[in-house]
Protein backbone atom coordinates (compact mmCIF):
# COMPACT_ATOMS: atom_id res chain seq x y z
CA UNK A 1 0.00 0.00 0.00
CA UNK A 2 1.02 3.14 -1.16
CA UNK A 3 2.16 6.41 1.64
CA UNK A 4 2.23 9.78 1.29
CA UNK A 5 4.92 11.36 2.70
CA UNK A 6 7.04 14.75 2.31
CA UNK A 7 10.49 14.41 2.60
CA UNK A 8 13.20 16.92 3.24
CA UNK A 9 16.84 17.64 2.19
CA UNK A 10 19.74 18.93 2.91
CA UNK A 11 23.03 20.00 1.77
CA UNK A 12 24.55 18.29 -0.60
CA UNK A 13 21.15 16.39 -1.06
CA UNK A 14 19.28 19.36 -1.25
CA UNK A 15 21.57 20.44 -4.20
CA UNK A 16 21.46 17.28 -6.29
CA UNK A 17 17.53 17.43 -6.07
CA UNK A 18 17.07 20.96 -6.81
CA UNK A 19 14.48 21.19 -4.00
CA UNK A 20 14.45 21.39 -0.19
CA UNK A 21 11.38 19.20 -0.23
CA UNK A 22 9.04 16.94 -2.25
CA UNK A 23 6.02 15.05 -1.54
CA UNK A 24 6.53 11.51 -2.75
CA UNK A 25 4.50 8.31 -2.42
CA UNK A 26 6.02 5.05 -1.29
CA UNK A 27 5.41 1.94 0.14
CA UNK A 28 7.65 -0.52 2.26
CA UNK A 29 11.43 1.06 4.42
CA UNK A 30 12.73 4.04 4.67
CA UNK A 31 15.85 2.67 2.74
CA UNK A 32 13.87 1.40 -0.22
CA UNK A 33 12.39 5.24 -0.43
CA UNK A 34 15.92 6.87 -0.45
CA UNK A 35 17.19 3.92 -3.14
CA UNK A 36 14.42 4.85 -5.07
CA UNK A 37 14.98 8.90 -4.48
CA UNK A 38 18.87 8.54 -4.98
CA UNK A 39 18.11 6.57 -8.25
CA UNK A 40 16.12 9.63 -9.16
CA UNK A 41 17.74 12.33 -8.32
CA UNK A 42 21.60 10.63 -8.32
CA UNK A 43 22.40 11.30 -5.03
CA UNK A 44 26.10 9.93 -4.47
CA UNK A 45 25.46 8.97 -1.02
CA UNK A 46 24.78 5.75 0.66
CA UNK A 47 22.28 5.22 3.44
CA UNK A 48 25.32 4.16 5.40
CA UNK A 49 26.71 7.75 5.22
CA UNK A 50 22.96 9.47 5.97
CA UNK A 51 21.03 10.15 9.08
CA UNK A 52 17.10 9.55 8.69
CA UNK A 53 14.75 11.28 10.87
CA UNK A 54 10.86 10.86 10.83
CA UNK A 55 8.58 13.48 11.97
CA UNK A 56 11.56 15.43 13.96
CA UNK A 57 13.26 12.19 15.85
CA UNK A 58 15.97 10.26 14.30
CA UNK A 59 14.59 6.50 12.91
CA UNK A 60 15.83 3.28 11.50
CA UNK A 61 16.14 2.61 8.02
CA UNK A 62 14.22 -0.18 7.98
CA UNK A 63 11.15 1.69 9.53
CA UNK A 64 8.10 1.63 7.28
CA UNK A 65 7.58 4.72 5.26
CA UNK A 66 3.84 5.79 6.86
CA UNK A 67 1.47 7.86 5.92
CA UNK A 68 1.31 11.56 6.55
CA UNK A 69 5.18 11.68 7.94
CA UNK A 70 7.92 14.02 7.36
CA UNK A 71 11.13 12.60 6.26
CA UNK A 72 14.41 13.98 6.62
CA UNK A 73 17.56 12.74 4.73
CA UNK A 74 20.55 14.38 6.82
CA UNK A 75 24.41 13.67 5.12
CA UNK A 76 27.00 14.01 7.39
CA UNK A 77 27.93 17.70 8.39
CA UNK A 78 31.29 19.00 7.07
CA UNK A 79 33.20 22.36 9.02
CA UNK A 80 33.30 22.53 12.34
Known sequence: MMAAATVLYFASLRDAAGVASESVEAAGDL????????????????????????DGEFARWEQPVRAGSEIAFIPPVSGG
Do not use: I
Open 31 to 54: RGLYETLRARHGFALPPERLRVAV
